[in-house]
C-alpha cells in the first residue's frame, strides 16, 4: 500500500493515480499548511479508484464521524483522537522510542511516522509482531526502498518530502516515490 499524503490540488491527486499510488491522504487538522475543508477533500477524492484517507488529530470521534461522511473517505488516519464507529481506522503515532502495539487495538494498521513532519525516525522501533505497520516520516524515492527492506512493513506514507513547496506535490517526486516502493 502506498499513500500519498497532504493532497490540497486535484492535479496532485490525479498524479499520484497515475503513478500507482493506492492512497492519498487529506488533512483535517487547521495550523496544517495541508489542511483542507471537508467539502474541499471530498471535491478532490471525487471519483478516484483508490483509498481516501482522512489524517486527525486530537479530534472527538463524533467530530471524525462528521467528517468522513462530509468528505466521503475511506479511512480514518488517527493521532491521538476518538475512536469512530464504522470506519476504517488507521492508529498514528509518532515514534520517539519503543513502539508499544496496544496502541493499534481495534485499528487495522498502525501509522508509524517521525518526530516531526518530514523527519525519519529508527527504522529498527517499527516492528510490532501481528500489527500491520505502515512507515512514514521522512520518506522519499532515495529511502523508501531501504526501509521497506528494513521493516517489510504493509504500507508506506509520504508528504513533505514529495513537494516543492508545502501542500504543492512535485509530480516527478511522487512518481519516483511509487516507484521506488514498487520496485522493491
Not at 496544517?32 to 483508490?50: D, F, N, Q
Amino acid at each position: 500500500m502506498v499513500k500519498i499524503c497532504g493532497i490540497t490540488r486535484r492535479e496532485d491527486a490525479e498524479a499520484a493515480v497515475e503513478a500507482g499510488a493506492s492512497a492519498v491522504g487529506f488533512v483535517f487538522y487547521p495550523p496544517s499548511p495541508r489542511y483542507v475543508t471537508p467539502p474541499r477533500a471530498a471535491e478532490l477524492g471525487e471519483g478516484l479508484p483508490i483509498l481516501r484517507v482522512g489524517v486527525f488529530q486530537d479530534e472527538a470521534a463524533v467530530s471524525i464521524e462528521t467528517v468522513m461522511r462530509a468528505a466521503k473517505l475511506d479511512v480514518a488516519q488517527i493521532y491521538n483522537g476518538g475512536t469512530p464507529q464504522g470506519v476504517r481506522v488507521w492508529r498514528a503515532l509518532r515514534v520517539r522510542g519503543a513502539v508499544d502495539p496496544q496502541v493499534a487495538e481495534g485499528a487495522e494498521a498502525l501509522l508509524l511516522d517521525g518526530p516531526a513532519n518530514g523527519i525519519s525516525f529508527d527504522w529498527s522501533l517499527a516492528r510490532a509482531n501481528g500489527v500491520k505497520i505502515i512507515l512514514a516520516g521522512g520518506l522519499d524515492a532515495s529511502n523508501v526502498a531501504s526501509a521497506i527492506r528494513a521493516v517489510k512493513p504493509w504500507g508506506v506514507d509520504a508528504s513533505s518530502k514529495l513537494e516543492s513547496s508545502p501542500g504543492i506535490k512535485d509530480h516527478e517526486k511522487v512518481r519516483q516515490f511509487i516507484e521506488a516502493a514498487r520496485n522493491v
